[in-house]
């Protein structure tokens, strides 16, 4: 059972655009929203992250939108860079021994 | 600081053998974790280690044995290996269970099993 559901699963974006993932999760108990990049042969690293307190939280051009209403958060990237380019995961937790993970998003960031 | 570091970064294995997968951590954190990563599945916890002495099951620990060997190590063992447990492995240490303490990742191991 997929206690957080990540979508879409690819993504392409121009240069300059905006990336939208979105994440559902089903536990409200769940107080702390993060959002890991993987590059390629590499282990994730956390972004940015969220609690259920706040409705936005931004961070130079990354910013998590969060509904606590329709269990739903998701990480906007503004001005898109090819640099961008990499797996994007969201989880959820309650502890870091209970964090569960999206499927990921592999975002191409095209010059 | 090197952070989280894993070893090996490949294996191959055949169906049946046994191995251990090092993990080290060089930032005094407390406590541990090894996941598992599968395309279309995100990462799932196998074992954590809350702190030095301590280890407990996680989400997906069936086939797994872990050594929490002091503060800086902590060992992940497939005692017999199965296809099933071809995937990416990754270590990670926070300073403490919290969910506000910060989870570092170490590079990952690519494990095949035949």
């Known amino acids: 059972q997929q206690q957080v559901k990540q979508s879409p699963q690819s993504l392409i974006v121009q240069k300059g655009g905006i990336s939208i993932i979105n994440c559902a999760y089903e536990?409200?108990?769940?107080?702390?929203f993060p959002w890991y990049q993987q590059f390629p042969g590499k282990g994730p690293a956390l972004l940015i992250a969220i609690r259920p307190d706040v409705s936005e939280k931004k961070e130079g051009r990354f910013t998590i939108s969060f509904n606590k209403s329709a269990k739903q958060f998701s990480l906007h990237i503004m001005d898109s860079q090819p640099g961008d380019s990499a797996t994007y995961f969201c989880a959820a937790s309650l502890n870091n021994n209970d964090m569960r993970f999206g499927a990921g998003t592999r975002l191409t960031v095209k010059p | 600081n090197a952070g989280v570091t894993q070893t090996p970064k490949f294996q191959v294995l055949k169906t049946g053998q046994s191995m251990t997968l090092q993990c080290a951590q060089d930032?005094?954190?407390?406590?541990m974790y090894w996941y598992r990563q599968d395309p279309g599945m995100g990462l799932r916890l196998i074992y954590y280690s809350a702190s030095e002495g301590t280890t407990d099951k996680g989400e997906v620990p069936n086939g797994y044995n872990v050594s929490r060997l002091n503060k800086r190590e902590f060992s992940l063992r497939l005692e017999s290996a199965a296809p099933s447990q071809t995937s990416v492995y990754f270590c990670?240490?926070?300073?403490?269970?919290?969910?506000?303490?910060?989870?570092?990742f170490g590079p990952g191991t690519r494990l095949t099993v035949l």
């Open positions: 536990n409200t108990a769940f107080d702390y």
């Open positions: 930032m005094n954190h407390n406590s």
């Open positions: 990670a240490s926070s300073e403490g269970l919290a969910n506000y303490n910060e989870q570092f």
